[in-house]
């Protein structure tokens, strides 16, 4: 009778400790997928197709935006180049500058568009549509970081939903663009994914975007 209350705790231990065994090990090997289906559900890539307007969203690493979208109103996928969310200094050398990068990248000068100053994805919308408004162009190509694609998307259809938007990331087999995998392994990775689900957080309620 002795014996079997002594093997009855033992048990007991050896229960506890192959449970705390097996949920580390499923922590360790589920962690890394959740954290990556997280990281991919931020990225928006719809289908290219023809739009009245390329426009190279604001923020983080502009030039790579700026590029990638001059590359797709190259192959004819939109009839005017909109840079968004140029920061405009003493002189207007940025948008001087980056308007002769668009140029550079064989954008003709009368198809260039820029909007300086934009503060936010919510004020960047609300100042795009208004220029595609003035303009009559009722269909965008929107390219942006992936991280940041498919907020882009949400706030700019929030503010218009009577235009057509597609949004299309800057590729990221591309240097310096942010990847899903693995993105908490990278320091400059890690700030955007945190910073975009905070701005998602921000975005579903109700405040700035």
């Known amino acids: ?84 969310g140029i920061e405009s200094f003493e002189g207007g050398d940025a948008e001087e500058n980056v308007r002769q990068q668009a140029v550079s990248s064989g954008v003709p000068a009368g198809d260039i568009f820029i909007l300086t100053n934009t503060f936010n994805t919510r004020t960047e919308a609300d100042l795009l549509t208004e220029l595609m408004q003035q303009h009559g162009w ?16 949400y706030t700019l259809q929030q503010s218009a939903p009577e235009f057509q938007f597609t949004a299309h990331p800057v590729p990221a087999d591309r240097p310096g663009v942010w990847r899903a995998e693995r993105w908490w392994t990278r320091h400059s990775d890690t700030r955007y994914t945190i910073r975009e689900f905070l701005a998602w957080g921000n975005t579903l309620a109700g405040g700035l975007r």
């Open 138 to 153: 009722k269909s965008a190509l929107v390219v942006s970081e992936p991280s940041h694609t498919r907020r882009a998307h």
């Open 1 to 84: 009778m002795a014996e079997a209350k002594e093997l009855k705790p033992k048990a007991t231990r050896w229960r506890r400790w192959i449970f705390v065994v097996t949920a580390l090990l499923l922590l360790y090997f589920l962690l890394p997928v959740a954290l990556n289906w997280l990281a991919a559900c931020l990225v928006r890539e719809d289908p290219l197709r023809p739009a009245d307007v390329v426009i190279a969203m604001g923020g983080g690493r502009h030039c790579l935006r700026l590029h990638y979208a001059a590359e797709l109103y190259r192959q004819g996928l939109g009839r005017k180049l909109l840079l968004s």
